[in-house]
């Protein structure tokens, strides 16, 4: 019999937003006469069609692929250099130097956050905020490693800050934060990259949302910290920015400068590491894929992504501008897709969930989902379109 890993029994019996996505399905069996009238504004999943110069770019890879001239088989699995390179001209753009040979191109952050655990070992404390996006927590607890979760409140604004009596040797951190909306300023960042580089311990930094930050002087990277490629890396993707949630493309930037003394006394990078594990386990994200992706970074294409970004914007200025004539206080919806906001009249995150899907077939996510901290809060999207956010919102006004 095989010797299963027991440390699945520690996780919650479905990830959560496959536990939304079956709750919705129960309510539209037992409901079918209200199926139709379901909005969704749950997972963050986008709703605006791909890019033109997306659509373009996979067009143009896609007859590539079918002569023999111009035809490619496996790739390079740290990605092909053109979009690394067009990644890093896309940092640059805002600011910031990253070496190309650091960058790393994956189908997705949510995959590359949860892989990256392999190359710390288990006795490692792992300080992780809460609320939290649920990956970092399931993929550590999977692996068995001790989690120390500091708290995101409404007192420090959802962005904790370090804490010189917590010794972490890795530190999750997400900002715009998935759930909360809550962005770091640079002074914040600041405090963390120092506490990083005090204590030796590296930053997993997810800026998947960097996009969506319209404040100029808000830091859409860690690296936007000097000292920051001595103790962090950084996990991005298209998804958001550029609509790519069922295209898929992400890029995670390992730099060099990331060395560890191991118990032999050799040096490890974790460039190299990270390396070792993708050729390893990864045969590369679609030429196809890349191809459009190295469209999107452009000038162009970033200025088609802006455009979705604003439309989504717009959302959640009008899921803002509702909480707040229902005096309803909330983060997010300024720097960042999500709105997450404090449950009237006392409710339970679950519990406010159900109360408007079956009264007003408006689907969220409850804070609960993404920890204690998020019990009495709930995480509305704005990637839903115009129309359907407006009918949600009108909903929801009358509702309360
Ligand atoms: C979310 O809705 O929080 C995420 O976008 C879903 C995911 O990436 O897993």
Redesign the pocket.
């Known amino acids: 019999m095989p010797k299963l890993n027991e440390n699945y029994l520690n996780v919650q019996d479905s990830y959560l937003?496959a536990e939304i996505a079956r709750r919705v399905k129960a309510y539209e069996e037992s409901h079918p006469e209200k199926a139709g009238d379901i909005i969704r504004l749950?997972?963050?999943?986008v709703t605006r069609p791909l890019t033109k110069s997306a659509v373009e770019g996979l067009h143009k890879a896609v007859d590539e692929q079918a002569v023999p001239e111009t035809f490619r088989g496996y790739g390079p699995e740290q990605g092909y250099a053109f979009v690394r390179e067009a990644v890093a001209d896309y940092y640059r753009r805002n600011g910031i130097s990253v070496d190309p040979e650091a960058i790393f191109i994956s189908d997705?952050?949510?995959s590359d956050t949860g892989n990256i655990t392999e190359l710390f070992a288990k006795d490692n404390v792992i300080l992780v905020p809460d609320p939290v996006?649920p990956?970092y927590v399931d993929t550590n607890t999977m692996d068995g490693k001790q989690i120390v979760y500091m708290n995101g409140t409404e007192e420090n604004n959802f962005l904790p800050m370090p804490d010189d009596s917590v010794k972490a040797d890795v530190i999750y951190l997400c900002s715009p934060n998935?759930?909360t909306g809550a962005c770091y300023n640079k002074e914040q960042l600041r405090a963390w990259v120092d506490y990083a580089l005090k204590n030796e311990a590296v930053i997993l930094f997810d800026s998947?949302y960097e996009a969506f930050i319209s404040e100029p002087e808000l830091p859409r990277s860690i690296y936007a910290v000097e000292g920051a490629e001595k103790c962090a890396i950084e996990f991005c993707s298209l998804?958001?920015t550029a609509g790519f949630?069922g295209t898929r493309f992400s890029y995670t930037v390992v730099p060099k400068q990331l060395v560890y003394t191991a118990s032999d006394g050799r040096q490890l990078s974790l460039r190299d590491m990270w390396n070792r594990r993708q050729s390893t386990k990864f045969n590369g994200t679609p030429y196809i894929i890349q191809y459009a992706a190295a469209q999107v970074f452009t000038e162009q294409g970033m200025k088609e992504c802006m455009e979705n970004i604003s439309y989504y914007m717009e959302n959640a200025r009008v899921i803002a501008e509702t909480l707040r004539k229902k005096n309803i206080p909330f983060t997010g919806g300024v720097n960042s897709p999500?709105i997450w906001f404090k449950c009237p009249n006392g409710m339970e995150s679950w519990e406010l969930f159900d109360y408007l899907l079956e009264n007003i077939q408006v689907v969220g996510?409850p804070g609960a989902g993404f920890g204690v901290n998020g019990k009495n809060h709930f995480?509305l999207?704005s990637f839903g379109t115009h129309e359907k956010t407006k009918e949600a919102m009108e909903r929801f006004d009358k509702l309360f």
């Open positions: 937003f749950g997972i963050g999943d997705g952050a949510k996006y990956v998935n759930p998947a998804s958001k949630t999500y996510t995480r999207t």
